[in-house]
Every structure is written in structure tokens, then in C-alpha cells.
């Protein structure tokens, strides 16, 4: 069976690594505006444009500029589409995050607003900075290095926030790496 | 002693086989109102919880202070607390107070309180609660697909077969880690063959769950699991500010998501402090909430064994889950880990939520006969189906599957099967024979398919993933190979995640790819005549079971 078991453990491992192999590249920094809203007419978006994508199709857009209207099978078969077409825009995040509030789900709206900041990151990173926020991985420093590169390097403010109030949480709980 | 006759008989029940525990709150083997329970309480100074539920901040620990901080709304919180909580149960059962009314007041509680609310009320109570309170109108439920063997071509076909049946998601997870990606695979093809517009997943490790949804192989996540105190979520490897993050991660992507949590985790866990299943539960309830997750999977889940062993445990795992909704969260009920030797029981374990309808009864209910079911077994599974559909058209009740034909079934299988054929095909991945088709189509469980490389199948599914296939790798294969309406399916599937309205609060699609959500299909139940009623085609559909006599035969 050890052979089994290589092979087990070097699926696992490679399956790790190789998940976001194809997506290391920031997909969508910079090209989006990460703050602007989507709205229509400047107003914010209620329950009532939901959902979007029969009664805003138009302000549907892929990061990479495709319109929703785009992704047809014609053009995935031409090579017209690929996997970075097919993402979520930090504008349309803002976007349901406005319906979620106006349907009454404000806390939904936070969600949103942190997600519409982590588009800007890629996969792989994405999920090594999940990974940094477990319990006992970070030193507390460690975690106040991942809130500046988010705030710096990727522009997110409320993420950055978030990962400093679990740095001085898991402190005060002993939570860092170390204290297990 | 001499036995008597009669208790001798009844010993050899199937019931008697089930675990039962007299109450020890120091354990925590108590469903609710346990003795060490805190007292519901709130302070807020200049906008900050001081105190939550007799606890000052500064004896806060990770949950306390993740809730006090992002969990409630303090807006109301002191007008709330100082309601009486018999006044506030009232109003969750009465038809004429809309939920809407009653929304604003329990966000605003504190976990204890809510307990307290839902302390007051009996098991028919809190289904008139539950049938007022859910967020979506209409009530739904979801599917396990999975089997013994992680065969991919059963797994298709049984997916094919569930979605002919009307679950509008499903879920699958792995006999062997390492198949991960395969039957990720293997179950969006099936469903979308059965019926576009239903939402698949793949039940594993957290990252790995999530870098499988970020390569279009599934469009959300459930088993996000989170506990109701500190050294149990610790244990799970997660806190509170992780389980957040990682929420935020899946919007991002445009991937559904919802946590999973349920009563008698803690306990089995270990770390109980002496507090009841249901005070523990509502913490974890209120973790979602504050995570800003839209949803939450609860119910006892794969530990209703705990809460089912202990009085009133069945109704409080109906309690957890009516304040997971007064929460305004979706509520996947549960339903889904077998528990109980006693057919009597399984029914008795599912009325609740049967009765009062929830946004999925089960989460999930077993589309494969039990031996097949890698989550240890639902509480009903594919023999059950017949008896489901009866309870469905004596009571008038939409359990969220309908009446199929044999022949149907047998056609959508069978394509389902040929269609993942196709796509191991083109994706260069160990064949599919046609033998294997023919066996898959006529299947009941994995003991009616031929054996695969098992080995060769893990590498192969290594292989893909080192070579970065994607969703759209797979539209291609199909329309390539002549599915062109499996294609486009699947690709209607990878489109909506740039559109985001299955983001929003218990969301699920019809055949044609409308979103049907808590936002545009919210419940509006105030009495007879109002809420949903099962009627017109949906109706036509549950009344024609093919077991029924037609008299114009005669």
C-alpha cells in the first residue's frame, strides 16, 4: 500500500498547489474601479432591479470588459472566452450589496464590500491569506504585514481592518502562532 | 425477574437500538434551558456591547466579542431585551404579526434571548413559526449523490436522476479524498443534463472546497462549519475572523455559500462549558450573522445523534433552526444524517420542517439508496422516495420533489452518463465504456457498476488539476461532442456568477435560469389564504403518483 500512499500525498499536495495554478497573475487589479458603485443614475439599487441579470444586463460587465451578453457558446468554442471572463467585477458586488441592503440585510452588504475588495487578489494568494488567519499560523506582526499589503498593495481598507481586529483578538485569546 | 411476555416483544423494536441519555447539563447533555444557561442581558456604552448575556467585554472570549461586534443589531437591542420573551414568541406564531414586523426585533437579540423566545414555545408553534419565518416563499430541498466507490458515471446519472425530481441543488462528497475533482465534475455535468439551473457542490477540506469553485467545477459551498464555543471552533482549525474571511473569499468569486453548524457538535467535541445544545447553537446562528453569510445548514446535521438522544431534543434542533430564520438567514433544515433505527422516528425527525416547509427540508436527502450515502447515511434516502411522494400528495405538502416516470428517468440517466463520456473524452481522462453507460443507466447502487482503475482515476484527476482544466474546458467537450444543451447548461451556470443574484439570500434557480430568492420571492405568509400553497402545476405534478389508479381505466 505505501505506493497508494505516495501517491495519496502527492495528489494532495499537488492539488494544492495546482488549484490556482492557472490564475496566479492579478486578474482584475486595477482594471475595475474597486470603489465606484454600480448604479443606475447615480441612485443606489434596490430589491426592486433584482434580479440583475434579466434587468440589468447591461451593467453586468466581466472584469475584462465583456459584457454578460457576451458569454455565448459561439464565442467559448471560438477561444473568445476564458476562465478570467467568467469572474465576479467589484461594481457588481457593490451592486447586490445595495439590493441586499434595500431587501433589509445590511450584514450581507459588509460581506459583499470585503469580497469586492479580495477580486483584486489572486487565487493563490487569496487562499494562503485564509490560511495566515487560522488559529496559531501568524504572529501578530505577521498578521499586521497581511493588513498592509492588502490596504497597500491591493486597496483594501475593510479587509485590512478585518485582519487587525483579529490580530489584536487572537492576542488577547491566544490565538498566534506559538500559543498552542 | 420473570419477563413479562409483552416488554419482551417490545425490546426487540428497532427503536430500542436507538442511543437515548438521561439529561447531565454539566456535559452538556441538555437540548435547552440548561441550568448553567446565562441570563439574556445587554449593555451598550457610546455604540460599544459592554455587557452580552451576563458577561462583561472584558471576559469576552472570540465568539462573544465576533458577536457583540459585527452579530447584532443595536439598534433596537435594548428595546428587545426589555420585551417580554413570551410577548416576543407570541408574535412569531401569530399569522397576523408579518415577518417583516418581527425581523427588525429578533436581529436585535442576544443569543440568550433568543433562546429564551424560543424556550416558550411547543413543537406545532414553532411550526406555525417556522411557516411564517422561513425567508423564501417556496420551499425547496437538496440532494446527496454520492456512492461507495466515488464511480464518476453513477454519480452523473445519479445526479441526472435527482434533478428530474426537482432538487434544486445537490451535493456531493468523496469516499476517497482524491477524487475530489471528479466527482466535483461528474455531478454539475449530471445536473445540468437532468435539469439546468440546479446548483452543485463538492463536501471537502475548506481550500480545497474553495479552489474547486474558483475552476468552475461548483457554484457554492455549505460545509463551512462553525461552533458555538472558542476551544471547539479552535479545534476545527478556524475562528470566527477566518470563517469570515473565507465567507468574503466565495462572494468574491462569485460562489454561493452558506455555514454549517448544529446542536450536539460541541458536546461531541468535548467542550460543552456546561451550556445547553441550543444556547450554543444560537451562538453559532449569530457567527453567521455577523459573518454576513447569507445562510447557514443546521438542524443536529451529522450530530443529530446527541440532540435526537436527550428530552426535547427533536423539538430544539425545530428551534435551532426557526432562530436561523429569525436571523433572516436561509435555512438549510437538516434532515440529512441517518439517526434512528425506527421508521416511526425518521418520520417524527423530519416532520418540522416537512410540515412547515423550510428552504431545504433536508440538506440533504439521500438520492442513492444509504450505502451509497458518503455522508454516513440521511435520514431518507432513494428507498424512501415512494413514501415521500405519498406523504407530499396525502397531506397536500410541497417537500420539494415531484412524481417521475421510470422511462424518464432512464433517458435523462442514460444521457447524463453518455454526456460524461464525452467530456472524459475530450479532457484526455481514463474511459468511460459504453458498458459502464449501460450500467450507470440502470444502476441502483454501485453494486451494479463494473469496477474502474481506481488508481488510474486519482492520477487522472491529479493530472487535470496540474493541468488547469476549467469549467469552460468541460462546455467545450460537451458541445464538441454533440451536447450542445449540456453546454450551454454549464455555461449558463459559469455565467451567473458575474451577474451575482444567486449570491443573495436562499437562492436557487428554475429550469430557465430565473432566480428564485428571499429578495424577489420573499415570504409572505399572514394566514390562510396568504404564504405559499402548493398549486397548479407543481400540484398536478405531486397528485400524479404512478402508483394511483386512473378509474378511466375501468
Known amino acids: ?180 | 425477574m420473570k419477563r413479562q411476555k409483552r416488554f419482551e416483544e417490545l425490546e426487540k423494536r428497532p427503536v430500542h437500538l436507538d442511543g437515548f441519555v438521561k439529561e447531565w447539563p454539566e456535559e452538556g447533555f441538555v437540548a435547552l434551558e440548561g441550568p448553567n444557561d446565562p441570563k439574556p442581558s445587554i449593555k451598550i456604552e457610546n455604540g460599544v456591547v459592554t455587557e452580552l448575556d451576563s458577561k462583561q467585554r472584558d471576559e469576552f472570549d472570540l465568539i462573544d466579542m465576533y458577536i457583540a461586534d459585527h452579530g447584532i443589531d443595536k439598534s433596537r437591542a435594548v428595546e428587545v431585551m426589555n420585551t417580554d420573551s413570551y410577548k416576543l414568541a407570541n408574535m412569531l406564531c401569530d399569522p397576523n404579526v408579518p415577518r417583516e414586523d418581527i425581523i427588525p426585533l429578533t436581529t436585535a437579540m442576544t443569543p440568550a434571548k433568543a433562546v429564551d423566545v424560543i424556550s416558550k414555545l411547543n413543537f406545532v408553534e414553532m411550526m406555525m413559526a417556522t411557516q411564517k419565518m422561513r425567508p423564501r416563499r417556496t420551499p425547496a430541498t437538496q440532494a446527496h449523490v454520492t456512492n461507495l466507490k466515488d464511480n464518476p458515471v453513477q454519480i452523473a446519472a445519479d445526479a441526472a436522476d435527482a434533478a428530474l425530481r426537482g432538487f434544486p441543488e445537490q451535493e456531493t462528497t468523496t469516499a476517497v479524498g482524491r477524487y475530489a475533482p471528479f466527482n466535483a465534475i461528474s455531478i454539475m455535468i449530471g445536473a445540468q443534463t437532468g435539469r439546468p439551473g440546479v446548483l452543485t457542490q463538492c463536501s471537502v477540506e475548506e481550500a480545497l472546497e474553495l479552489s474547486l469553485g474558483m475552476r468552475g467545477f461548483t457554484a457554492y459551498a455549505e460545509t463551512i462549519s462553525v461552533y458555538g464555543t472558542e476551544q471547539v471552533f479552535t479545534d476545527g482549525d478556524d475562528t470566527p475572523w477566518s470563517k469570515g474571511f473565507l465567507a468574503s473569499c466565495y462572494a468574491s468569486r462569485g460562489l454561493k455559500m452558506r455555514f454549517t453548524s448544529g446542536s450536539g457538535s460541541e458536546v461531541m467535541m468535548g467542550y460543552a462549558e456546561g451550556k445547553s445544545m441550543l444556547y450554543l447553537e444560537a451562538r453559532c446562528i449569530y457567527i453567521t450573522k455577523a459573518s454576513g453569510v447569507q445562510g447557514l445548514q443546521n438542524g443536529g446535521v451529522s450530530c443529530i445523534g446527541i440532540p435526537g438522544s436527550v428530552p426535547s431534543g427533536i423539538r430544539s434542533v425545530l428551534g435551532e433552526n426557526l432562530i436561523c430564520m429569525m436571523l433572516d438567514l436561509e435555512c438549510a433544515s437538516a434532515n440529512d444524517q441517518a439517526f434512528s433505527h425506527s421508521d416511526m422516528r425518521r418520520t417524527e425527525r423530519l416532520l418540522g420542517q416537512f410540515l412547515a416547509g423550510t428552504d431545504y427540508v433536508s440538506s440533504g436527502y439521500s438520492s442513492v439508496p444509504n450505502e451509497d450515502n458518503m455522508f454516513a447515511g440521511s435520514n431518507t434516502d432513494a428507498m424512501d422516495y415512494d413514501d415521500y411522494y405519498v406523504m407530499q400528495r396525502d397531506l397536500k405538502i410541497n417537500g420539494g420533489i415531484v412524481p417521475v416516470k421510470e422511462e424518464d428517468v432512464i433517458k435523462v440517466r442514460n444521457k447524463a452518463a453518455k454526456a460524461l463520456q464525452t467530456v472524459f473524452e475530450a479532457l484526455g481522462l481514463p474511459k468511460i465504456t459504453d458498458e459502464e453507460v449501460e450500467a450507470a443507466t440502470y444502476a441502483n447502487t454501485s453494486r451494479d457498476m463494473p469496477e474502474r482503475n481506481m488508481v488510474e482515476d486519482m492520477k487522472a484527476a491529479q493530472d487535470m488539476m496540474n493541468r488547469g482544466i476549467t469549467g469552460l474546458d468541460i462546455v467545450k467537450g460537451l458541445y464538441n461532442g454533440g451536447f450542445r444543451d449540456v453546454a450551454q447548461a454549464v455555461l449558463s451556470l459559469l455565467q451567473q456568477r458575474i451577474a451575482g443574484d444567486f449570491l443573495q439570500t436562499s437562492a436557487i434557480f428554475d429550469k430557465d435560469w430565473n432566480v428564485i430568492s428571499a429578495v424577489n420571492d420573499k415570504n409572505d405568509y399572514e394566514g390562510p389564504g396568504t404564504g405559499y400553497r402548493v398549486s397548479g402545476e407543481t400540484w398536478e405534478k405531486i397528485k400524479d403518483i404512478p402508483m394511483a389508479i386512473d378509474p378511466s381505466d375501468f
Open chain 1, 1 to 180: 500500500m505505501s505506493e497508494m500512499e505516495d501517491l495519496v500525498a502527492k495528489v494532495m499536495a499537488d492539488m494544492q498547489n495546482s488549484a490556482t495554478k492557472s490564475t496566479d497573475a492579478p486578474v482584475n487589479a486595477g482594471s475595475t474601479t474597486p470603489t465606484a458603485s454600480a448604479t443606475t443614475d447615480g441612485k443606489e439599487l434596490g430589491r426592486d432591479d433584482y434580479p440583475l441579470f434579466s434587468k440589468h444586463p447591461d451593467m453586468i460587465k466581466s472584469p475584462t470588459g465583456k459584457s454578460v451578453t457576451d458569454i455565448t457558446l459561439e464565442n467559448v468554442v471560438n477561444d473568445k472566452i476564458t476562465a478570467d471572463d467568467l469572474r465576479i467585477t467589484p461594481a457588481t458586488l457593490k451592486a447586490q450589496g445595495q439590493i441586499a441592503k434595500s431587501a433589509g440585510r445590511t450584514a450581507i452588504q459588509g460581506n459583499f464590500d470585503r469580497a469586492s475588495e479580495l477580486t483584486a487578489i489572486p487565487d493563490k494568494r487569496l487562499l494562503e491569506m485564509y490560511g495566515s488567519l487560522r488559529p496559531y499560523r501568524s504572529t501578530k506582526q505577521e498578521l499586521l504585514d497581511m493588513a498592509d499589503e492588502l490596504e497597500q498593495q491591493y486597496n483594501a481598507k475593510i479587509c485590512a481592518t478585518w485582519v487587525r481586529e483579529a490580530a489584536k483578538n487572537y492576542e488577547l485569546r491566544k490565538k498566534l502562532k506559538g500559543d498552542n
